[in-house]
């Protein structure tokens, strides 16, 4: 099994979900985001302002591209609690619909 680095004295390993025996949720893959660190903090943060922590892993030797050109070339993979993938796969993929009250508001 994986070994993951939520804890600690950070803010995402008290935000980060625990069971009923106050052992931390596991982190389930949610998507890999390529492009600039912009790209990756968008997608971050897009999902925790709908209260879901975000797990950001570099791909490959990212931390080394990271040092060197300032962000992951090969892109960051996104993991969220596995309790929670579903919420958060909802959230990506919903369609924005318009309320027909704000429409006739805008006219």
Same mark, same amino acid.
């Given at each position: 099994?994986?070994?993951?680095?939520?804890?600690?004295?950070?803010?995402?390993?008290?935000?980060?979900?625990?069971?009923?025996?106050?052992?931390?949720?596991?982190?389930?893959?949610?998507?890999?985001?390529?492009?600039? $660190?912009?790209?990756? !903090?968008? =997608?971050? &943060?897009?999902?925790? %302002?709908?209260?879901?922590?975000?797990?950001?892993?570099?791909?490959?030797?990212?931390?080394?591209?990271?040092?060197?050109?300032?962000?992951?070339?090969?892109?960051?993979?996104?993991?969220?609690? $596995?309790?929670?993938? !579903?919420? =958060?796969? &909802?959230?990506?993929? %919903?369609?924005?619909?318009?309320?027909?009250?704000?429409?006739?508001?805008?006219?």
């Amino acid at each position: 099994m994986k070994k993951w680095n939520i804890g600690g004295p950070g803010a995402l390993s008290k935000r980060w979900p625990k069971d009923e025996n106050g052992v931390e949720i596991t982190p389930a893959f949610f998507q890999h985001v390529g492009g600039s $660190e912009l790209d990756v !903090e968008m =997608a971050a &943060n897009l999902i925790e %302002a709908y209260g879901i922590p975000v797990l950001r892993k570099p791909v490959l030797d990212g931390d080394l591209g990271r040092v060197i050109i300032g962000y992951s070339g090969p892109g960051v993979d996104l993991y969220v609690p $596995e309790t929670m993938l !579903e919420d =958060a796969q &909802n959230i990506v993929s %919903a369609d924005i619909v318009e309320d027909e009250e704000s429409a006739d508001d805008a006219e």
